[in-house]
């Protein structure tokens, strides 16, 4: 009777993470990448409240010039002026997305910023870590990357 009173309370606390769907594929991945979508859009129209939704309260942000912003508003605030003084066309195409643990997303892809005023698009990495909260998907952290050149490697005898 033990075993299976346990069994019960293992698929009682198994079933709420199925039905959220935080497999590969499932309907967590899909408003994950919405999420991402929408920030992009949101910063492509330079809209403030609607930037301001998708993040948690005490979000952060790594920029690619080594600009730490931290806090929601501070986020939304660095972004648009970013957006601003820079121009361009931003698109994220994400590559992966996965689930770390219940109720944590972390979206990985590339970020090019075209259409920059005689200058060549700007092709960054990006990975943004997202919780759920009550009301859907919120982004928690933004770590926008360079990429590094190739190490050389070490010449073989």
Same mark, same amino acid.
């Given at each position: 009777?033990?075993? #299976?009173?346990? #069994? ?11 039905? +959220? ?36 309260? @005490?979000?952060? +942000?790594?920029?690619? !010039? ?16 970013? !957006? ?23 979206? @990985? ?49």
């Amino acid at each position: 009777m033990r075993v #299976l009173s346990t #069994l019960i309370a293992a698929a009682v606390a198994v079933l709420p993470l199925l039905a +959220q769907g935080t497999g590969s594929g499932g309907a967590d991945e899909v408003a994950v990448r919405d999420v991402v979508r929408r920030y992009v859009d949101a910063r492509e129209g330079r809209d403030a409240k609607a930037l301001e939704a998708l993040f948690t309260p @005490d979000a952060d +942000q790594l920029t690619s !010039s080594g600009e730490w912003r931290r806090g929601r508003d501070e986020v939304v605030r660095g972004s648009l002026a970013s !957006s601003r003084a820079s121009g361009g066309t931003r698109t994220i195409t994400v590559e992966a997305v996965r689930f770390p643990a219940p109720g944590v997303a972390m979206a @990985d892809g590339r970020y090019a910023i075209s259409g920059l005023a005689g200058e060549a698009a700007r092709r960054m990495w990006t990975t943004m870590l997202l919780t759920h909260e009550a009301d859907g998907w919120r982004i928690a952290a933004i770590r926008n990357m360079l990429p590094a050149p190739p190490v050389p490697s070490p010449s073989r005898p």
